[in-house]
């Protein structure tokens, strides 16, 4: 988000009342800061009030907040996108956003936390000792954008078949011309109604 | 009792590759390759109001039984591999219709990039049924093309050509 757009946010607030969950997760920055080390920044004033931290403490932040009074017993999803020309920016050390959400039985409460990672080398720690059902989810991003995740006990394609090649919910993905010998393209009658139209158009 | 009269009442005659023809198109089992929604529409096709028993028609669960491959829905490339593999694995003679958009050129999930445009790309397809999806109407009346496809068909002169050529 750029500075002015900060700006205004900070603005409205004064007269908007503040969300529930922007508070929430203020506190959620104060607690993390103390509790795990690392950076941790507040993004409690976003339009989806989250807190990033750093790649490599993911996995303690998620335990401080599982075993710590805020109770986030369950993992609802993780949740990987590119974010390359998002806002018509390109950050190769912000390529990729990872946005865990957790929840709380006995709160009644989400939590979000965010992650960001470098084109060079996308890597997380994995979090499946912690949850048991965040390998499916870890082998799903790992399937679609090629995120690794590190120390995993079973990180192979989930939804794809295994000898796909590249990751297609990247947006520089390309699809190959053959997969298997079967074509991946297709004429379509439509072009050509469409080119003979220009043609008439013009002549 | 006059022979040539009761032969006139209790004979036909006709030609074999009619009589053979007729029996194949009254009982052309089917295999269930239900992908997607139109799948929904395959099992309606079935129920009471089409009625495919009426054609002898019946659901196998199994390929080494059917005679018919009814393709309906989206096939992904992982997919794919496995509807060649049971097309395979059925016996001659052999039909595939294919049901829908998405069987029959990928469809709404073109653009996708998991997503076959088309199942004639792997398999050789003798009815395609437009629609998304089709109506059980319109996969019935691509059953009666089919099995007026196969009533024109010469089955024996199809075998035999095969059987000297092993000689």
């Known amino acids: 988000m750029s500075d002015e757009a900060q700006d205004t946010t900070e603005s409205q607030e004064a007269q908007k009342p503040r969300s529930k969950e922007s508070i929430l997760h203020e506190e959620l920055a104060g607690f993390l800061k103390q509790a795990v080390s690392g950076s941790v920044i507040d993004r409690s004033m976003d339009v989806l009030p989250s807190v990033e931290v750093d790649a490599s403490s993911i996995a303690s932040v998620l335990r401080a907040l599982k075993e710590g009074e805020y109770t986030a017993d369950f993992l609802d999803s993780i949740n990987g996108c590119d974010m390359m020309g998002y806002n018509g920016e390109n950050n190769p050390e912000r390529r990729f956003l990872i946005v865990y959400q957790l929840f709380s039985y006995t709160k009644k409460q989400y939590y979000f936390i965010k992650v960001y990672l470098p084109e060079s080398s996308p890597k997380i720690p994995t979090v499946d000792t912690l949850y048991g059902n965040a390998n499916w989810l870890e082998r799903e991003i790992f399937d679609l954008l090629g995120i690794e995740f590190t120390g995993s006990r079973d990180l192979r394609r989930l939804l794809l078949p295994e000898d796909w090649e590249g990751y297609p919910l990247r947006k520089d993905y390309k699809?190959?011309?053959?997969?298997?010998?079967?074509?991946?393209?297709?004429?379509?009658?439509?072009?050509?109604?469409?080119?003979?139209?220009?043609?008439?158009?013009?002549? | 009792m006059n022979l040539y009269q009761e032969l006139d009442q209790n004979v036909i005659t006709l030609k074999l590759d009619d009589v053979l023809n007729w029996g194949r198109e009254n009982?052309?089992?089917?295999?269930?390759?239900?992908?997607?929604?139109?799948?929904?529409?395959?099992?309606q096709t079935a129920g009471p109001r089409s009625d495919l028993d009426r054609f002898g028609m019946a659901p196998r669960a199994t390929p080494r039984?059917?005679?018919?491959?009814?393709?309906?829905?989206?096939?992904?490339?992982?997919?794919?591999?496995?509807?060649?593999?049971?097309?395979?694995?059925?016996?001659?003679?052999?039909y595939v219709i294919s049901m829908g958009s998405c069987s029959n050129c990928g469809g709404l999930f073109s653009p996708g990039y998991s997503v076959l445009k088309g199942v004639d790309q792997i398999i050789p397809v003798d009815v395609y049924v437009p629609g998304c999806p089709p109506r059980p109407e319109a996969l019935v009346e691509g059953i009666f093309k089919l099995r007026e496809k196969i009533k024109n068909e010469s089955y024996l002169r199809k075998v035999n050509p095969q059987s000297e050529g092993a000689q």
């Open chain 2, 27 to 43: 009982s052309l089992w089917l295999y269930l390759m239900g992908l997607a929604c139109c799948a929904i529409e395959m099992m």
């Open chain 1, 175 to 203: 699809e190959q011309l053959l997969y298997d010998g079967m074509m991946t393209t297709r004429h379509n009658p439509l072009d050509d109604f469409k080119k003979r139209t220009a043609e008439l158009l013009e002549g």
């Open chain 2, 65 to 94: 039984q059917s005679d018919l491959m009814i393709v309906s829905g989206t096939l992904t490339y992982k997919m794919a591999k496995r509807v060649k593999l049971l097309y395979e694995q059925m016996a001659e003679p052999r």
